[in-house]
Nanobody, 121 residues
């Protein structure tokens, strides 16, 4: 397994969750790590990304509520989600790749299996 996501679950609106994604070092070192999500019947969409040097990027819908971080010693990327809303309900995927284009799946060559996040009102 190249990317292993965990930490999903069910939470009430306003609550918090932290997702983790453990990566194979070969596809973590020097790569941008990202989180995407896909709700039922919708396209997979960009959530957040972090470069190897720590630059972060967020979708407008999650700015101020979600925080992406990475621990390069542990080959792990995190997504701290706060102020969760029912519209955040989706399967969340972590991804890695050598290139990053804001908002795009292009450049992300490796994908995890996804973890379900459900937010109830």
């Amino acid at each position: 397994v190249q990317l292993q996501a965990s930490g999903g679950g069910s939470v009430q609106a306003g609550g918090s969750l932290r997702l983790s994604c453990a990566a194979n070092p070969r596809i973590f070192s020097r790569y941008t790590m990202g989180w995407f999500r896909q709700a039922p019947g919708k396209e997979r969409e960009f959530v957040a990304a972090i470069s190897w040097s720590g630059s972060t990027y967020y979708a407008d819908s999650v700015k101020g509520r979600f925080t992406i971080s990475r621990d390069n010693a542990k080959n792990t990327v995190y997504l701290q989600m706060s102020g969760l809303k029912p519209e955040d309900t989706a399967v969340y995927y972590c991804a890695s790749g050598p290139l990053f284009r804001y908002g795009s799946r292009e450049g992300f060559d490796y994908w995890g299996q996804g973890t379900q996040v459900t937010v109830s009102s």
